[in-house]
T-cell receptor, first 112, second 111 residues
Framework: DSGVTQTPKHLITATGQRVTLRCSPR?????VYWYQQSLDQGLQFLIQ???????AKGNILERFSAQQFPDLHSELNLSSLELGDSALYFC???????????FGPGTRLTVT | DAKTTQPTSMDCAEGRAANLPCNHS???????VYWYRQIHSQGPQYIIH???NNETNEMASLIITEDRKSSTLILPHATLRDTAVYYC????????????FGKGTRLSVIA
């Protein structure tokens, strides 16, 4: 158990819908990261936050957005969902961007 | 960040040492070598990282060559639970650089 929690574990929704994935970092960690893992693309970095501020962006679609709240939990919002958005979404956290990241168990999103 | 090259797959007998190689010939002086693994579809698990000295922790040892162009992750006594995909990642430790995962090495530990 890494100490990072993600909810929900599984999510099934229809195309065009919007969902919110939630992540609680390890106690004391200020950095949160989101990754997407699909069968054809592998593990890809989406976005990074540090103490509430966006610090780095990867291949995140404009339909996707994220934020980190004052209590340091983070949410990833996915809208106008397409079949290709079906994937595992992982959240990771670290004490700061200079330190190793610890990953949560992931949310499996299925878009039908 | 420098790219890494790893074998696609490896087998290891249970109880033997598993030695996973990684080439990173374009690594820069301020880049670290990180190892993560992913068991089935679980979240990736941090294993170890190093800059130029060899490192050891409770999970594994990391051997980095003197020219830093390659490294080896050693699992001293592999068990069936070590079957996973192992990722070698080179990353600047200066803050806002993400982990870039390649395809990794699929290690199968065989009874």
């Amino acid at each position: 158990d890494s100490g990072v929690t993600q909810t929900p574990k599984h999510l099934i929704t229809a195309t065009g819908q919007r969902v919110t994935l939630r992540c609680s970092p390890r106690s004391g960690d200020l950095s949160v990261y989101w990754y997407q893992q699909s069968l054809d693309q592998g593990l890809q970095f989406l976005i990074q936050y540090y103490n509430g501020e966006e610090r780095a962006k990867g291949n995140i679609l404009e339909r996707f957005s994220a934020q980190q709240f004052p209590d340091l939990h983070s949410e990833l919002n996915l809208s106008s969902l397409e079949l290709g958005d079906s994937a595992l979404y992982f959240c990771a956290s670290s004490v700061s961007p200079r330190y190793e990241q610890y990953f949560g168990p992931g949310t499996r999103l299925t878009v039908t | 960040d420098a790219k890494t090259t790893q074998p696609t797959s490896m087998d290891c007998a249970e109880g033997r040492a598993a030695n996973l190689p990684c080439n990173h010939s374009t690594i820069s002086g301020n880049e670290y070598v990180y190892w993560y693994r992913q068991i089935h579809s679980q979240g990736p698990q941090y294993i170890i990282h190093g800059l130029k000295n060899n490192e050891t922790n409770e999970m594994a040892s990391l051997i980095i060559t003197e020219d830093r162009k390659s490294s080896t992750l050693i699992l001293p006594h592999a068990t069936l639970r070590d079957t996973a995909v192992y990722y070698c990642i080179v990353k600047r430790d200066s803050g806002n650089t993400p982990l870039v995962f390649g395809k990794g090495t699929r290690l199968s530990v065989i009874a």
